[in-house]
């Protein structure tokens, strides 16, 4: 029975959003054409409202269906900023439904149509899903340093003038958390002198390259954030 609740749920709900997803690519290819060779800042405002439509359906999914409850433990400056800025956001990597945590995160501060995430090249190809992060302003990576360094200065100073406040997010290179690789981010901080990790694994050190782009002034702050599910009550 429970399996038959899921799949009455699951398969209404992934028709809606395919159609909805298919009617949002279509009005923001239109926007593109039409209202980005005039003005930038008024298509990223009306893209922006059109994929935040496409992102609540998961959103009111995670929510409503799956039930998850968002904690924050900061301190009230933060609090009283999140939301409010232009940031890069660096949250560790737990699991593959972190990017459905995030835009929870972000629904709940208002600010889920400037929910940018920086992903992998071949994301941009996916109907709907990859589409819509593309035209709303996602950056893509070949994941070759080479490559990437120019894109993210290129794609960093576009997102300068981004006329609304917005989390560019980021899933830092070797942090989707694993026994294995938490056993090894241990070992190699206490090689290293580090502070050792309890639940988060440490980035690689191209973090540093952030740091310097985000002193020419594209972001207000950097945010770091930690992402836990806590164990099910028995």
Known sequence: MERLATVAVAMPCGMIFCLTGILVNIIQAACLLIIWPVSKNTYRR???????????????????WAGLEVRIHADLETLEVIGKEKALVMPNHTCDAD???MWLLAERFNCLRGALMVMKKSSKYLPIYGWANWFNGAVFLDRNWAKDEGKLKSSFQELKDFPISFWLTIFVEGTRMT????????????????????NVLIP?????MLDKFRANGTFDGKESRDLRIPPKKS
């Open 46 to 64: 009306i893209v922006g409202a059109v994929t935040d439509i496409l992102f609540l359906h998961l959103t009111f999914l995670v929510d409503w």
């Open 99 to 101: 990017v459905l945590m």
């Open 179 to 198: 026994p294995d690789k938490l056993l090894a981010a241990q070992e190699f901080a206490i090689s290293k002198g580090f502070p050792v990790p309890r």
């Open 204 to 208: 690689r050190t191209k973090d540093a």
